[in-house]
């Protein structure tokens, strides 16, 4: 460790760049406006929101970003970090960017510190507000930094840098294979329907499970064996397969409430609140009465139902209803038709189309053991516990 040095932030960064205070007339296209909704687990997602080029030379004006810039979320939430992949993009209110000085720190090493421990506490235990907790860009620039030799900065952040380039490559093999699924779904059941089918509701397709909830108060009926899916285990980043729960119950907790293990490859689909995010099932699991089991009716054709119910999604949720909350029932689903294919070519079209299911999972298995190896180094390399050969 001898080798470590304390900075603080201002002593290391080449440049600040802050927009807060400003807001940009916004347009449906155009260049894409990074914001604080859009940084999230480390990476910047599609943007939703845009300004017109013709206006980009003139809201940039307290600086441009470059390629690797560290974005940082300053409020709402505090601590979101990320990289910047492309460089025609402008900057919105509640981010600073951050660029490190050449020859003191990498930026990669600095986005990895800002997501260990570490960094997260230099933040927080610096945020101040009493609506919305947030840090000043005056205060950011006295945040301390341990730092090794730039040669090491780099070897670290390449490690962590490899790990995260598997992920995202498995997460891309993933959305190919399922687009490719989707893809002949509907060449099979939309393009290539046959005029003989019989239009009736999903109901004549799927079975509606309903889940349950074990008295919280109790606690032996929770922390057990069993995973148990409440609503915010899933996301729209998670709309295939999730592969654990946040919370488990024991087998006494099943057996006294109205909760059901549903089968693997089954589908759960959140029913009230932020309604219609679904996701499949890699193991056999339980869920909260706010969501619904989906199993196929009377066949194993898990996939299909999966791709069916992806496909009637948006008109799923544009029949939710409620005063309060927005809530999906099992009339919800009685009133929604579709087409009814023969079960053979249903089953026939499960056999095309199971070997991409397959391989998503496994690839779902292989990114919860890098994010958990990935997790497990990020705070010993960035304490100088684990060191990296150079």
């Not at 960064?13 to 400003?22: A, Q, T, V």
């Not at 930026?107 to 260990?116: D, H, P």
């Not at 190919?176 to 779904?185: G, S």
Request: hydrophobic share 40%.
């Amino acid at each position: 460790m001898s080798e470590w040095r304390e900075y603080r932030l201002s002593e290391v960064i080449e440049k600040f760049i802050d927009y807060r205070g400003k807001t940009p007339t916004k347009t449906a296209h155009g260049i894409p406006l990074i914001t604080a909704k859009i940084v999230k687990e480390g990476k910047i997602l599609e943007a939703n929101e845009f300004i017109a080029e013709k206006d980009y030379d003139s809201w940039m004006t307290r600086g441009l970003p470059e390629i690797n810039d560290v974005v940082l979320t300053t409020e709402a939430p505090l601590g979101e970090v990320a990289l910047i992949k492309d460089k025609k993009v402008a900057l919105a209110q509640r981010i600073i960017t951050l660029r490190g000085k050449k020859e003191k720190i990498d930026n990669v090493f600095l986005k990895y510190y800002f997501q260990s421990k570490d960094g997260q506490h230099e933040l927080q235990s610096r945020a101040s507000g009493t609506t919305v907790f947030g840090i000043k860009s005056s205060v950011l620039q006295e945040v301390p930094i341990l730092l090794p030799p730039l040669a090491e900065q780099k070897a670290i952040a390449g490690v962590l840098s490899a790990l995260d380039d598997k992920i995202d490559l498995l997460h891309r093999q993933n959305k190919t294979l399922e687009a490719m699924a989707e893809a002949l779904f509907r060449q099979w059941f939309v393009v290539e329907a046959e005029e003989s089918w019989e239009e009736g509701s999903i109901l004549d397709l799927i079975e509606l499970v309903g889940g349950g909830t074990p008295k919280t108060e109790v606690a032996e009926y929770w922390n057990g064996n069993i995973g148990w899916l409440s609503g915010g285990d899933i996301t729209d980043n998670h709309k295939s397969f999730v592969i654990n729960s946040s919370k488990n119950i024991s087998e006494m907790g099943l057996n006294n409430s109205s909760a059901k293990i549903l089968p693997e490859n089954s589908l759960v689909i959140s029913a009230r609140g932020t309604v219609g995010k679904f996701c499949i099932l890699s193991q056999p699991m339980a869920f909260s009465q706010s969501n619904y089991g989906i199993i196929p009716n009377n066949s194993k054709n898990y996939f299909f139902t999966y791709l069916l119910l992806n496909y009637a999604i948006e008109e799923l949720k544009s029949s939710a209803y409620g005063s309060v909350f927005d809530t999906i029932t099992t009339t919800t689903f009685r009133d929604l038709n579709v087409s009814l294919p023969p079960k053979d070519e249903i089953t026939l079209f499960e056999k095309s189309i199971v070997g991409n299911f397959i391989k998503m999972k496994a690839n779902c298995f292989q990114i919860r053991s890098l994010e958990k190896l990935r997790d497990t180094l990020l705070p010993k390399l960035m304490s100088g516990e684990v060191r990296v050969e150079m």
